[in-house]
């Protein structure tokens, strides 16, 4: 069974920075592109970054641009998501999902980052 | 604002069909294959619905079906259950540099809609 378990949301002052992880078992999570989507309390979804099996290809919204940056260890099965400058707009739930190209059939339980002071 | 353009809500009673529309622009519904669709209930994750505008993966109700025109996507449910109530989010793969398709740059690679919320009378 496919499982996706994110873990390193809290509390953080706007400023902040803030490491999130994702736990993928179930699946070799090295032959899969990754992804980081997000979604504000009572709002919408919006994908924030993903990351080529490899890691040899990152995209990221424009949002978050030179502000986040999405890794892998494919050894451990695992995503990050490292948040730096964080401001309340980032607050929201962050899910991990699995993406087998440009679709995301797999997602975890997300994360709640809460960005206040 | 969204990317992609879906109405806020819809309704429909039991056994009805009802459909989500989905507007972008030739740089992302209207010019590739990577239309997805989504089903969000309250407090839970999304679940993939709908992927390449058509395709419906294992183990979800033949009720629900996608299509396109142009630059609009379409999600139809048919036979409306009670359980399908719930948030529907659009996605497609978005290209602001349409000399590149995949690979290079900082583009953002995916969008989504801003949700319809569905109502079962």
């Not at chain 1, 260890?73 to 190209?101: G, H, I, W």
């Not at chain 1, 797999?106 to 960005?115: N, Y």
Request: hydrophobic content about 30%; some cysteine; overall charge neutral.
């Amino acid at each position: 069974e496919v499982q996706l378990v994110e873990s390193g949301g809290g509390l953080v002052q706007p400023g902040g920075s803030l490491r999130l992880s994702c736990a993928a078992s179930g699946f070799t999570s090295s032959s899969y592109w990754m992804s980081w989507v997000r979604q504000a309390p009572g709002k919408g979804l919006e994908w924030v970054a993903n990351i080529k099996q490899d890691g040899s290809e990152i995209y990221y919204v424009a949002s978050v641009k030179g502000r986040f940056t999405i890794s892998r260890d494919n050894a451990k099965n695992s995503l990050y998501l490292q948040m730096n400058s964080l401001s309340a707009d980032d607050t929201a739930v962050y899910y991990c999902a699995r993406e087998p190209f440009l679709y995301f059939d797999h997602w975890g339980q997300g994360t709640l980052v809460t960005v206040s002071s | 604002q969204s990317a992609l353009t879906q109405p806020a809500s819809v309704s429909g009673s039991p056994g009805q069909s009802i459909t989500i529309s989905c507007t972008g622009t030739s740089s992302d519904v209207g010019g590739y294959i990577y239309v997805s669709w989504y089903q969000q209930h309250p407090g839970k994750a999304p679940k993939l619905m709908i992927y390449d505008v058509t395709n419906r993966p294992s183990g979800v109700s033949n009720r629900f079906s996608g299509s396109k025109s142009g630059n609009t996507a379409s999600l139809t449910i048919s036979g409306l259950q009670a359980e399908d109530e719930a948030d529907y989010y659009c996605s497609s793969y978005a290209s602001t540099d349409t000399r590149v398709l995949f690979g290079g740059g900082t583009n953002t690679r995916v969008v989504f809609g801003g949700g319809t919320k569905l109502t079962v009378l």
